[in-house]
Antibody, heavy 122, light 108 residues
């Protein structure tokens, strides 16, 4: 069974940094692209960033480009999101998700973690 | 950027058929994916590549697409189907995935 467990969510002030982590199990982690998505409570879903299995291709939503950095450690079966210069509109539940494609990223999300809450407030 | 439009809410009686729509320009040329999200839970993929079902998803869930509208059809609706449903595809202009705003399905 695929399991994705996020951690690192916290309450921070605007302008500060935070690092999210996601540990994967139940599948061959280094065969799949991985993604971060987010959701403001009560609102819709937004894709944030994605990384291919070998980290060769990385992309970001325009809203986080230049502030957030995605990375992965296949030996640790882990996905990360470094978030810098946090703003009030970054406040959301952040989900780690597995790509639906084997090796080739297909940009749909067939397994999701339970999410970790990031609050940005002064 | 590519915009996906979903009605905010739909309602259906138990045992009836729910048809949830997702509008986008020439959406029938894209792969569309659908997610179910119940309150306090993470989304679950219920249809991918417009009409395929992941393992474990009941056959009552099906997807289709024509022209500018993709549709998620839920047959023989049950109380447990009450949830938010989101469509998603690829925005070739912005070069990233894009979601519709979601439809809240109420089972009467």
């Amino acid at each position: 069974e695929v399991q994705l467990v996020e951690s690192g969510g916290a309450s921070v002030q605007p302008g500060r940094s935070l690092r999210l982590s996601c540990v994967a199990s139940g599948f061959t982690f280094d065969d799949y692209a991985m993604h971060w998505l987010r959701q403001v409570p009560g609102k819709g879903l937004e894709w944030v960033s994605g990384i291919t299995w070998n980290s060769d291709n990385i992309n970001y939503a325009d809203s986080v480009l230049g502030r957030f950095t995605i990375s992965r450690d296949n030996a640790k079966r882990s996905l990360y999101l470094q978030m810098n210069s946090l703003r009030a509109d970054d406040m959301a539940v952040y989900y780690c998700a597995k790509d639906g494609g084997l090796i080739n990223a297909l940009y749909y999300f067939d397994s999701w973690g339970q999410g970790t809450l990031v609050t940005v407030s002064s | 950027s590519y915009v996906l439009t979903q009605p905010p809410s739909e309602s259906v009686a138990p045992g009836q058929t729910a048809r949830l729509t997702c509008g986008g320009i020439n959406i029938d040329t894209e792969n569309v994916h659908w997610y179910q999200q119940k309150p306090g839970q993470a989304p679950i993929l219920v249809v991918y590549d417009t009409s395929d079902r992941p393992s474990g998803i009941p056959e009552r869930f099906s997807g289709s697409s024509s022209g500018n509208t993709a549709t998620l059809t839920i047959s023989r609706v049950e109380a447990g189907d009450e949830a938010g449903y989101y469509c998603q595809t690829w925005d070739g202009t912005g070069d990233h995935p894009v979601f519709g705003g979601g439809t809240k399905l109420t089972v009467l």
